[in-house]
């Protein structure tokens, strides 16, 4: 059973840059393809970025693409998104998101099988 714990949100003004961090366990093979999430009250849930955990692979949004930057550090189990030059219409809950091996591993949220509890991101003009 894979479980994921998001940290690293916060209130930043406009321009400024977070690190959010996932950290993950249990079964590596089920959390091979991590998903960076963000959701907006009243909005669909958009995927961000993603990457293969076991190659590095990286795929991004094209309203990230050029600021945003998902990472890994195996040994501490943690996927992190960096996130840069930030702008108010970034403001979200930002949750990572494991999807099932076997899906591809795209932005959308098919053949998600695990969630993070959200951490909250907040850009001020």
């Known amino acids: 059973q894979v479980q994921l714990a998001e940290s690293g949100g916060g209130s930043v003004q406009a321009g400024g840059s977070l690190r959010l961090s996932c950290t993950a366990s249990?079964?590596?093979?089920?959390?091979?393809?991590i998903i960076w999430f963000r959701q907006v009250p009243g909005k669909e849930r958009e995927g961000v970025a993603r990457?293969?955990?076991?190659?590095?692979?990286?795929r991004y949004a094209d309203s990230v693409k050029g600021r945003f930057t998902v990472s890994q550090d195996n040994a501490k189990n943690t996927v992190y998104l960096q996130a840069d030059s930030l702008k108010p219409e970034d403001t979200a809950m930002y949750y990572c998101a494991a999807k099932i091996p076997t899906y591809e591993c795209d932005l959308s949220s098919a053949g998600i099988h695990t969630w993070g509890q959200g951490t909250q991101v907040t850009v001020s003009s």
């Open positions: 990457i293969y955990t076991d190659s590095g692979m990286t």
């Open positions: 249990g079964n590596p093979y089920s959390r091979k393809c």
